[in-house]
């Protein structure tokens, strides 16, 4: 074997070696990447959850409040004409 041969094989394998470290690097990357990706997604989705609870229980108040106030405008328009029944 010359020392062209040979040079030419240590250079063949040493790029080898290099494009198999960028390619795991890159691997490692869109890991992280996936990763950090589904740790944003879970956290948006527990906000959403949190959101959603937090209006719910708002317009269960809300309602609450609507109907006592239509309960005392009732309540107003009975004793107005005198038709609430107090005993």
Same mark, same amino acid.
């Given at each position: 074997?010359?020392?062209?041969?040979?040079n030419?094989?240590?250079?063949?394998?040493?790029t080898q070696?290099?494009?198999?470290?960028?390619? /795991?690097s890159?691997?490692?990357? !869109?890991?992280? $990447?996936? @990763?950090?990706?589904?740790?944003?997604? +879970?956290?948006?989705?527990g906000?959403?959850?949190r959101?959603?609870?937090?209006?719910?229980?708002?317009?269960?108040?809300?309602? /609450?409040?609507?109907?006592?106030? !239509?309960?005392? $405008?009732i @309540?107003?328009?009975?004793?107005?004409? +005198?038709?609430?029944?107090?005993?």
């Open positions: 074997m010359s020392s062209s041969q040979f030419a094989g240590q250079t063949h394998g040493q070696a290099k494009a198999e470290n960028w390619t /795991e890159a691997k490692s990357t !869109a890991n992280a $990447a996936h @990763d950090k990706a589904c740790d944003m997604a +879970g956290d948006s989705q906000q959403a959850q959101s959603k609870e937090e209006n719910a229980g708002l317009l269960q108040q809300t309602g /609450e409040q609507m109907v006592n106030m !239509a309960q005392g $405008a @309540d107003g328009m009975k004793n107005t004409l +005198g038709m609430n029944d107090k005993k």
